[in-house]
């Protein structure tokens, strides 16, 4: 293997490589991104759950109070008040009790008088509200040494519920943050875990809310009828459980896929990058042959001239069309050479051809490069003295992009003219815009691309741009020749709208020679 094959062997390497590791990269993104959303959708779960517990407390506290201030008739800590006290606790889920209080004091409850009443120590402010509610947060009562409280009173009537009541969820791991904050007492009503304050910074009332702080990421839910916000934060690393799940999930297809696309960008790295050596070994061993397809006159459907394309049979048999070489070829700066052979090709497949059928014509593709060198127009010149061709035997292709190059083409352009050999634009519409080109050149065919051959006859609004197209070529009195005809209905279309010529598998596949000559006979056999 030489120098040469071994830089090309480790650039293909490379280049599958890299185009091998993007699925596999982005597998790895979208699995972040993914165990991202699941660990938000985890935590806005507890923040709601939390929430739902929350508002239900708080309700049940709500009715409590309203309950009792409704039914109170002078003594607020009546016998009946205490019963009706003790009955809401009883029906209630979330209260621990019910009670009355007179200056920071519980003076009774469901369960008892407590006589000059029983001090509430709070660490933090409990301002009134000017809905008249007063909230002790983190509050302590004799009765109850050490345990903590929240208690919201009204009009003196007051519920007790253990702060941890709301955080009372089932989790699923122990570095779970859960907290309930008081919009009321700006503040932390309960909390499990660590959570901080500055959190509620990101608070939007109107959705729920994630970030991370760097260390945590945090889930806050606001309550729409209560001054409560919820929180649930998990440490980053939690993420990484998620991030793993999905990447378990989404790698063996990552991998999959950057797998086939490595091998594919490696055999084409391969396939593009030996192509010029391939195709040069071509043209030495005159592997290039042609064939020639049939162009007919609409109006009678008579074969008035052929298409010569140009095909490649490897060695092992295998065809490389001329859509892959001829770009290779013009890239590496072989397709003079191919064009050489082409007319040398057409020099001796022709024959009698021109002797027997003296207004036949072979049309003949020519590339950018062509266009653009003199030594083009010395080889059609042989090509005529070699075949007794006369100038009106022979077309020349040229396409859009072949013709962009003004100035250098138009010498080459105006020497073919010179010979009296006609020219057409071949694949029109499908390369440069630039009409300017139809009128510079004095161009004599228009050959209408198969890609608006195809909209005819089908109600497509792209059909629009084939119409134009041949009503453009007729105001600048141009010949056309319509390719790629596959339907009757095409070519019906065709020829009413007046384009005189047509070449597609409707009429005839691309052929040897031999079988052309074949043709032509028939054609005759046939009057
Ligand atoms: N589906 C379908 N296809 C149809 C039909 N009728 C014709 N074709 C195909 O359409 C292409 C027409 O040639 P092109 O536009 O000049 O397009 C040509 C031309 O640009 C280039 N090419 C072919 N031979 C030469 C050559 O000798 N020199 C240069 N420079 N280019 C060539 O390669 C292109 C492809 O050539 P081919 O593969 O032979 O493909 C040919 C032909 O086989 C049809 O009814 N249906």
């Known amino acids: 293997m030489g120098l040469n094959n071994k830089a090309r062997l480790v650039i293909a390497v490379c280049a599958s490589m890299v185009v091998g590791a993007v699925p596999i990269a982005l597998s790895v993104v979208l699995a972040q991104h993914q165990g991202r959303v699941l660990e938000e959708e985890r935590l806005l779960g507890y923040a709601a759950n939390v929430l739902y517990r929350s508002e239900r407390a708080s309700q049940q506290v709500f009715a409590g109070i309203d309950r009792l201030n409704q039914a109170r008739k002078g003594d607020p800590c009546s016998p009946a008040q205490m019963a009706l006290m003790a009955e809401i606790d009883l029906s209630s889920t979330d209260?621990?009790?019910?009670?009355?209080?007179?200056?920071?004091?519980?003076?009774?409850?469901?369960?008892?008088?407590?006589?000059?009443?029983?001090?509430?120590?709070?660490?933090?402010?409990?301002?009134?509200?000017?809905?008249?509610?007063?909230?002790?947060?983190?509050?302590?009562?004799?009765?109850?040494?050490?345990?903590?409280?929240?208690?919201?009173?009204?009009?003196?009537?007051?519920?007790?519920?253990?702060?941890?009541?709301p955080l009372d969820v089932t989790t699923d791991s122990d570095t779970l943050s859960l907290a309930t904050y008081s919009l009321r007492n700006n503040g932390f009503r309960s909390t499990r875990g660590v959570v901080k304050k500055e959190w509620l910074s990101h608070l939007s009332t109107e959705r729920p809310t994630t970030f991370d702080d760097g260390e945590r990421l945090v889930a806050l839910v606001a309550s729409q009828n209560f001054p409560t916000v919820t929180v649930a934060a998990a440490p980053m690393s939690d993420m990484l459980v998620q991030t793993r799940k999905m990447l378990g999930f989404l790698l063996p297809f990552g991998v999959a896929a950057g797998l086939a696309l490595g091998v594919a960008a490696f055999l084409m790295a391969r396939r593009h990058m030996g192509m010029p050596a391939l195709l040069r070994r071509a043209l030495n061993k005159r592997e290039l042959f042609l064939l020639y397809q049939p162009i007919v006159d609409l109006h009678n459907g008579r074969c008035i001239g052929a298409e010569a394309l140009i095909r490649w049979r490897r060695a092992d048999g295998s065809m490389v069309p001329p859509d892959v070489f001829i770009p290779v070829a013009e890239a590496s700066g072989l397709i003079q050479r191919v064009t050489e052979q082409v007319l040398e090709r057409v020099a001796a497949d022709a024959g009698s051809l021109f002797a027997d059928y003296p207004a036949f014509h072979i049309g003949i593709n020519l590339a950018a490069a062509d266009l653009q060198s003199t030594r083009t127009v010395e080889l059609l010149d042989l090509l005529m003295r070699k075949t007794g061709a006369g100038a009106h035997n022979l077309l020349v292709e040229a396409t859009e992009r072949g013709l962009m190059d003004a100035a250098e083409v138009r010498e080459v352009i105006n020497a073919i003219h010179a010979l009296g050999i006609e020219v057409a634009v071949d694949d029109f519409g499908t390369g440069y815009s630039s009409l300017s080109y139809l009128e510079t050149f004095a161009l004599d065919y228009l050959k209408i691309d198969k890609s608006f051959v195809d909209t005819l006859a089908i109600d497509a609004a792209t059909s629009q741009v084939a119409l134009h197209i041949i009503e453009m070529a007729k105001s600048l009195k141009l010949k056309m020749i319509a390719e790629g005809v596959e339907t009757e209905a095409q070519a019906r279309l065709l020829q009413e709208r007046g384009v005189q010529f047509a070449q597609g598998w409707l009429f005839a596949r691309p052929m040897t020679m031999a079988a052309l000559r074949e043709h032509m006979a028939r054609q005759d056999a046939q009057g």
Do not use: N, W
């Open 95 to 165: 209260i621990q009790t019910m009670g009355y209080i007179v200056a920071d004091r519980l003076v009774c409850a469901s369960v008892g008088s407590f006589g000059a009443g029983l001090p509430i120590t709070t660490e933090s402010e409990h301002p009134v509200g000017k809905d008249g509610v007063e909230q002790y947060t983190r509050a302590q009562l004799s009765i109850a040494p050490g345990m903590h409280f929240t208690i919201v009173a009204r009009g003196g009537y007051a519920a007790v519920i253990h702060e941890a009541i």
